[in-house]
């Protein structure tokens, strides 16, 4: 099972609007309306931003949004905080033998 | 409120065997699956495979067959992850995490133990 495919990097100043995409398969991304966000700040354990692609779980800010179109799926967040700043990854289920996939990351730069 | 609290850091030397605990509290153990995430260092996420902690039923990663088990004790609402023939390149940070709703949507994580395999 390939790793999907994010950007290595992207920036934004405080107050500005980023996107983040995440590129997949029909096998993953495009089967199934089942991709997840990530935010992890440096030694820290990752944290659930965003499920079910649009979804977000109790205490996150609405600044973080998903969508999905097709194989990609896009995590963006609006109204930049330095706090923002960390690595974003994303996954998808695929399917009951291959079952789970992460993205490659993105570390995002608050400038 | 939810916790899963993982055992401490590890050294293994490269042919050895490590296993990783992860206890769950605040929810209903069984009702949950378990994941085994890990993250070398400076590296992504990646999947190594689920639990079920009700059956003890598993599903790995095709690249973890073989050398992978994933084990839990509901007595304790401890998950467990063994990784054998461990190589220099299985040095990482292992997480547990606990699947939502079974879609792979992660919403508790273990703190993470770090495993280093070194001669």
């Known amino acids: 099972q390939s790793a999907l495919t994010q950007p290595p990097s992207a920036s934004g100043s405080p107050g500005q609007s980023v996107t983040i995409s995440c590129t997949g398969t029909?096998?993953?991304?495009?089967?199934?309306?089942?991709v997840s966000w990530y935010q992890q700040h440096p030694g820290k354990a990752p944290k659930l931003m965003i499920y079910?692609?649009?979804k977000r779980p109790s205490g996150v800010p609405d600044r973080f949004s998903g969508s999905k179109s097709g194989n990609t799926a896009s995590l963006t967040v609006s109204g930049l905080q330095a706090d923002d700043e960390a690595d974003y990854y994303c996954?998808?289920?695929?399917?009951?033998?291959?079952?789970?996939?992460f993205g490659g990351g993105t570390k995002l730069t608050v400038l | 409120q939810v916790q899963l609290v993982q055992s401490g850091a590890e050294v293994k030397r490269p042919g050895a065997s490590v296993k990783v605990s992860c206890k769950a509290s605040?929810?209903?153990?069984?009702?949950?699956?378990i994941h085994w995430v890990r993250q070398a260092p400076g590296q992504g996420l990646e999947w190594m495979g689920w639990?079920?902690?009700?059956?003890?039923?598993?599903n790995y990663a095709q690249k973890f067959q073989g050398w992978v088990i994933m084990t839990r004790d509901t007595s304790i609402s401890t998950a467990y992850m063994e990784l054998s023939r461990l190589r220099s390149d299985d040095t990482a940070v292992y997480y547990c995490?606990?699947?939502?709703?079974?879609?792979?949507?992660?919403?508790?994580w273990g703190q993470g133990t770090l495993v280093t395999v070194s001669s």
């Open positions: 995490a606990r699947d939502r709703e079974m879609i792979f949507d992660l919403d508790y």
């Open positions: 029909s096998s993953d991304v495009g089967g199934y309306n089942y």
């Open positions: 639990i079920n902690p009700n059956s003890g039923g598993t």
């Open positions: 079910e692609v649009t």
């Open positions: 996954s998808s289920y695929a399917g009951s033998n291959n079952f789970g996939v």
């Open positions: 605040g929810y209903t153990f069984i009702a949950y699956y």
